[in-house]
């Protein structure tokens, strides 16, 4: 259910998660004129207006998603903006980042321009990423002051990563006269090849072409180069491999600046998993193996890996429901994302809860240079209030997305959501 | 005694029982295949549906035969001229054919899996003649049945397997065949034909044909593509020849008797030696009448399974 507040809203009996500390503070909170008017205690009878009991609930600032498809212009069978965002809400976002890849590309102004005038009536705010390169091809550079001025806030041409390195290394020259944030999917395309999932004991056993880490290490190295050469930002995208993960950590020591992300699938699912040939499970970067995994686990647990992105990549059944080798790569992840990350991370003791939720709130939008919205009288009621205990199961029934292409159906997870707040209107599941 | 699966996707999980009851009900199957009559009823009534994705001679001739010879009623899909030329999904194409109460599907496709998939999408028992680089169980199902004929056991027995490891699906079931029957395996070919992680299958793993030869027992020689030597994974088809080409001179020089196993189609002159295919060493031919009588087999067994199942 989505309202406009339009009298003043008291949501009562919550708590606050301090993000430096990982303390609660109960506390009642209240909104007026989408504002955080009052924090503090508020006695319910002699309130006047809307009251919410969210005991048990803890009320944290918005959520972001730095790394999603919306399909929209293009692909509106598979996700439009408006669906998109619905899935980001019950994922218990108020803020996602599009990629370029649809149709047309967002490589030109008007492009950024629809994106920002189709999700104007959402509450969750779409940030359009646009292309490095003119449609995507890995030539010519985009007009990115222009781009910029639209409203994009980082460049990336995702799935078809830039693969020379001058076309790359003048991007990051052009875009660091703007501070802009340049995101790479790293792939080396001639070392993927065909393939369809990881290179190694796996593929070998399922008779697959395989894709092997070092595709996606070597060109992490080369980003890492032309970022320490030209000054430029670079943001690794969907970070999978153990030896990406060193390569970074590397890096950072080395203070040059990279900043990376991960996605829930990569740390929820590995390659062992394929042995159905389970196209719900084929994505690039490929799953990785459970050494990998643990990899990405200390590289998260020492602040190697910045960033929980979902990639969330709607595609259609005729797409997906064929023979492995012909299904394309990616799966939704909006709504998934949150509980994955309790379960597989702070469940464990990876992370905190504080420390999880900073890499879904303030890194992301740190790296992208937004303002990270804040729990306090008079600024902008921004937030999300969630269970980080409470489990729920993923199914059809809940599912947002005008795709279903994903393997969590029937998964339990940890962290239900109440609502979210933002731009004077709150959602509440 | 009937097979665990009513499907034969694959020699992976298939129990050394299992693999004993098909050769053993092959070889009473090459016997009837001697006789003035080789056909029985044993599947009269039963439907069967080739349905070839890819190019394939012999391998869709001997199922066709097999079926034959069982007197099920056939029909053959090739992909060219029928409807997925005219885009239909794989999934469609498969249900169609299943409306049309179909018992059994061979198939073969380009796309590992795809037996798997089909699996998913109908009720007809599914047998795999070769899935893309993954696995082709008939195809070791008569090789070991031609090694068993030969050698009375495959239990030790040492069997290098030569040529382009990483593409080939019979590679790939023969690894699997062979260890569950308790013979030696060795894989030979240069590295960039040999994928990744091999020795986990339990194999011996070299590159030098001339090692290969004086180990084993038998040599099973692989096909190599032309498609092989543009994707620039060997320089070309005479270095190939003078590194992995099986000839006469290198086989004399083990001294033994060997035996040359070919699953076809031969590129003469460049993995096996211009007339080494009709010469002492060779039992290619018997591998050809061997695979109708393991199809036989198969689909003879396959078929009781789903009865006992009904």
Sequence with gaps: ?429 | MALKSKHLLGLEGVTREEITEILDTAATFKEILQRPIPKVPTLRGKTVVNLFYEDSTRTRISFELAEKRLSADTVNFSASGSSVKKGESLRDTVRNIAAMKIDMVIVRHRSAGVPLFLTKCIDASVINAGDGMHEHPTQALLDMMTLREKYGTLDGLKVAIIGDISHSRVAGSNMRGLKTMGAEVLVCGPQTLMPRDIETFGVGVCHSVDEAIGWADALNVLRIQLERQDAGLFPSLREYHNEYGITRRRLEKAGRDLTVMHPGPINRGVELENDLADSEFSVILDQVTNGVAVRMAVLYLLSGAEEAVS
């Design chain 1, 1 to 429: 259910m989505e309202t406009y507040i339009t009298t003043p809203v008291l949501l009562s009996g919550g708590a606050l998660l301090d993000l430096q500390t990982n303390e609660r503070h109960p506390v009642d909170l209240v909104v007026r004129n989408g504002r955080i008017d009052r924090i503090g205690r508020q006695e319910r009878a002699s309130f006047n207006g809307e009251v919410h009991d969210i005991s048990g609930h803890l009320i944290v600032p918005g959520l972001i998603d730095m790394h999603v498809h919306l399909r929209e212009p293009g692909r509106e069978d598979e996700e439009t903006i408006e669906s998109g965002c619905a899935a980001a809400m019950a994922g218990g976002f108020t803020a996602v980042c599009c990629m370029p890849n649809t149709n047309p590309p967002c490589d030109r102004q008007e492009v950024v321009r629809f994106i920002k005038k189709r999700s104007e009536d959402q509450l969750v705010e779409v940030f359009p990423i646009a292309a490095i390169t003119k449609q995507r091809e890995g030539k010519e550079i985009t007009e990115m002051a222009d781009l910029l001025r639209a409203g994009a806030v980082a460049f990336s041409d995702d799935g078809s990563p830039v693969q020379n390195a001058a076309v790359m290394r003048h991007a990051l020259e052009y875009a660091s006269m703007y501070g802009a944030l340049v995101i790479d999917h790293c792939e080396d395309e001639p070392l993927s090849a065909s393939g369809h999932m990881n290179e190694g004991r796996m593929s070998t056993r399922l008779g697959l072409a395989g894709i092997p880490d070092i595709s996606e290490e070597i060109m992490i190295a080369r980003d890492i180069s032309l970022a320490e050469y030209t000054g430029g930002r670079i943001h690794i995208a969907h970070l999978s491999t153990r030896k990406g993960v060193e390569r970074i950590r590397r890096a950072k020591e080395a203070g040059i600046q990279v900043t990376c992300e991960v996605t829930p699938h990569h740390l929820a699912l590995n390659e062992e998993m394929l042995s159905q040939y389970d196209t719900n499970l084929k994505m690039g970067p490929p799953l990785r193996t459970p050494s990998d995994q643990e990899a990405l686990l200390a590289g998260l647990k020492d602040g190697t890996i910045d960033v929980f992105a979902s990639d969330h990549a709607p595609h259609s059944a005729e797409e997906k429901e064929v023979e492995f080798s012909a299904a394309p790569n990616g799966i939704l992840g909006l709504q998934t994302m949150l509980g994955i990350v309790l379960s597989k991370v702070v469940q464990p003791g990876v992370l905190s809860l504080a420390d999880a939720l900073t890499k879904m709130i303030i890194t992301p939008r740190t790296i992208l240079r937004l303002e990270v919205p804040q729990i306090r009288e008079g600024e902008p009621a921004n937030f999300t209030i969630l269970n980080p205990e409470k489990t729920w199961t993923m199914n059809l029934g809940v599912n947002r997305s005008r795709s279903r292409n994903m393997p969590y159906f029937g998964w339990t997870l940890p962290g239900v959501l109440w609502g979210v707040c933002n731009k004077g209107r709150l959602w509440i599941a």
